[in-house]
Structures are given as C-alpha cells and as structure tokens.
C-alpha cells in the first residue's frame, strides 16, 4: 500500500467528495482486517466501513466510470470477511493474491522457458520435472547427503537464522535500525535508544564531523537563545519539584552548565503484530535531526509524544518535530537523554470527516516564537507521519519532502502509513 500513504490530501479538492469517502472506507476496511485482534467491536468497525464503502462508490456510477456497476470479484468478496473470521479467527496478513503468486511459479516463468509454440505440454513437463526436482532434494536432505536449506523467508525476517543471540543494540547499519525485531522487551510498549554514536550519523560517511558539546554552544549553533532555560524547565519536572509559580520565575530553575553530546538520531521500538514484525511483535524504526542529510538539506522528523495516558488513541498524545537530540549527565549523577522538540497544535478536537485523518498545525507563543520543550525521549511513541493540507491549489515544483514541514502551516496525521500508525492515530 505505498499510495495510500498519501493519496487521499493529494486528491482532496481535486475530485468529488464522495470519491475521497469511498476510498478513505476502503482504505480502513483494509486496515481493520488487517489487525493482530479483532473483537466484535472491531466487526463492528469493519461492517461500518464496508457500508460506508458500498454506499459511497455509488458516485463512480453516477460520473460514468462504472456505469455498468460493481461486479468486481474482489470487492464482492469483502462481504464475505465477517463471517469467515468469525469461523477462522484474523487473517493477519493472509493475501488474497496468493493464486496470482502461483500463477507465476506454474504458469509464466514455464511460458518463459518455452519454445513459445504449442507450450502448453512444455509448460506441464517443466512444472512436473521442477515436482520431482524438489522431491529428490528433500530426500537427499533427509538422507543428509545434502546440507538441509533454510526457506528465504526466515532470514528476512529478523536475522532469525544467524542473528538470534545478537541483541539489536550491536547493530550498527543504517539498515538495521528499522525492521522487525525478535526481541521483545518486557512490560514495554515502546523504548526509545539515542544513537550509539554521537556527533555523527550511523552511516559509512559522517553528515556533520563536529557537533556543539555545551549548552551556549548548542544554542548558537540551532539559532534558540532560550535552551538554557528549557533544560532547566525539563529539570525542574524531573526531579519532581512543584509548579513554577509566576512569581518565582526562571531564578528557581535547576541550571546546567556542564557538557553534553549531540545525537542524529534514535531508535524507537514498539509492539505492532499487526505489521511485518519480529517473534514477539516487535518493531524498529529511526527517528532523525540532523543538520546535513546524506550531504543535503537538514531532516528532522516528526513524532508522537505521550502526554496522557488517561485516553486513547490521538488524544493520549501529541506531535511534535525533534529538533535535536542530546545527553548530559546533571549534578545528581543521573543521565538524561533528551529532545529538543517544536510542539503542534490540534486544528479541531476531532479527526477531519472527509479523510478521517486528525489535523495539526505548527504551534507558536503569543510573541510569534516556536512553542518548544525539551522532553525526556521515554515520552516518545514513535515516529509520526505528516501529510500536508494542499487545499486547491496545485502543489509547487519546489515544494519537496525536504521543506515540505516548514512551508505548510496544516497537516494531516497521517493514520495509513502502517497498520500500527492506524491503530495509534484513530
């Protein structure tokens, strides 16, 4: 599904609205059936969805698309989901192209391998031959006359064949930083690591050789005068004293004035079985800020923050964009890996009727400055998806994923870059 990601804010606007509602209830069937669990609740959603979806499509119909109707094997089979999970429990993942997969193995590579004429016969005798192939080498295998193979499958998934006793936090590669993860920690829906390294990225070549290593110098150098202060801020919640009174002010703030390490980057890992996942449910992916990204413009991702664990979904948390990582080590002998973090507000106090998708905007105080924190990185979900609100206009030839966060000034959570996205951001 790599068009859905941003499919819907891009025709939005641009076709009937009835459109967008047929695709956005197709999108959540799809979603839905996909979960690790589902209740009776969660049929209830999926009957809901797929009403909606039949109701909705009515207006290809109407422009003339199809005006023949809907007899589409694939959409009648969506009936049929409800009653067969109910009797077998979650797909979680089963394909309904699986007989397409086959047809290539039994039918195209063989036509392929054909003289073209009368292939049929040539087909068969490829598929039989191919059979007794894969017979005698399972015969072989279990005579030990040759090494038993592994399907490809397993080393994909989690360097489950050679990797099991390598715990994650050993990998090094850029690329093993997100995927499926074999390890699940305990009592824990996500654990976020700063990078092993600091001052540089996890990348053959380094993007920035030198970092700042005190607070002056960090806020010089990301151009935010007040980053004394929102350490203090962050360290005055830490160690648990009371609210800041107005009248007290910044003189009562703990001030730290020692060193620190700059990060690129860090690692969230999260339970989400309803994606590609390690053994126990697990997931990884990277989160970045940095400053100079494969030798080009600066990235700073986006992200969820928990601030509310009393709710669910949305509004147990908030988007924000990190702006910076670091680590200090403050009087008391603790370490505190941090993020430096631009908040976003909540456009409206539900999600958008015609996407479904909840809307954020940047956040700024009443004198025009960024509405910025410093947070402890045990408050971060995981990394969060931004699509902008395009509206009408057409979207210009400078606007990129580079710029895109800082030209916009509304976006749409993204809740269908993945199947866990989904199920945090409704």
């Avoid at 005055?236 to 003189?251: F, N, T, V």
């Avoid at 890992?269 to 992916?285: H, K, Y």
């Avoid at 670091?326 to 631009?342: D, K, P, Q, V």
């Avoid at 909540?346 to 999600?351: F, G, L, S, V, W």
Wanted: neutral net charge.
């Amino acid at each position: 599904m790599g068009y859905p990601l941003v499919y819907l804010p891009a025709i939005e606007g641009h076709v009937p609205q009835d459109i967008v509602r047929t695709l956005r209830a197709f999108l959540e069937f799809c979603y839905i059936v996909r979960q690790n669990v589902i209740t009776d609740d969660t049929l209830s959603d999926l009957k809901n969805a797929l009403d909606r979806f039949h109701y909705h499509r009515e207006i290809f119909r109407e422009v003339g698309v199809r005006v023949e109707g809907f007899s589409l094997p694939r959409q009648h089979s969506l009936v049929h989901y409800e009653a067969l999970i109910r009797l077998f429990g979650a797909p979680n993942g089963l394909c309904t192209s699986i007989t397409e997969s086959k047809h290539i193995t039994a039918v195209k590579k063989p036509w392929r391998r054909s003289s073209k004429y009368r292939a049929l016969g040539q087909i068969l005798r490829t598929n039989q031959r191919l059979a007794q192939l894969a017979a005698a080498r399972s015969d072989f295998e279990a005579r030990g006359m040759l090494p038993i193979s592994r399907p490809r499958e397993n080393v994909l998934q989690g360097n489950v064949i050679n990797g099991m006793s390598q715990h994650f936090d050993d990998m090094e590669d850029e690329h093993e930083h997100a995927g499926v993860v074999d390890d699940r920690p305990v009592l824990a829906h996500s654990d976020v690591k700063l990078a092993r390294c600091h001052g540089k990225c996890c990348l053959p070549r380094p993007c920035a050789r030198h970092r700042a290593r005190s607070v002056p110098a960090l806020a010089i150098e990301l151009g935010i005068p007040t980053l004394s202060t929102l350490i203090g801020q962050f360290l005055y919640e830490q160690l648990q004293c009371e609210s800041i009174s107005p009248s007290a002010g910044a003189r009562r703030l703990p001030v730290f004035a020692s060193a620190l390490k700059v990060f690129h980057s860090a690692t969230a890992t999260f339970v989400s079985p309803s994606d590609p996942s390690g053994i126990g449910g697990m997931r990884r992916e990277k989160i970045r800020a940095i400053p100079v990204w494969h030798h080009g413009p600066a990235r700073y991702d986006t992200l969820f923050v928990s601030t509310d664990d009393t709710f669910n979904g949305m509004l147990s948390m908030e988007v924000a964009r990190v702006l910076c990582f670091f680590s200090f080590i403050y009087t008391n002998g603790y370490s505190y890996s941090c993020a430096l973090i631009h908040w976003f507000d909540r456009i409206a106090d539900e999600p958008d009727d015609l996407t479904g998708m909840w809307m954020v905007r940047p956040s700024f105080m009443a004198d025009g400055s960024k509405n910025l924190s410093v947070i402890h990185v045990d408050s971060i979900v995981r990394g969060a998806h931004l699509l902008p609100i395009f509206g009408r206009e057409q979207v210009p030839r400078s606007v990129d994923f580079h710029n895109s966060l800082d030209i916009y000034r509304g976006f749409y959570v993204n809740r269908f870059a993945d199947y866990h996205a989904f199920e945090l951001a409704s």
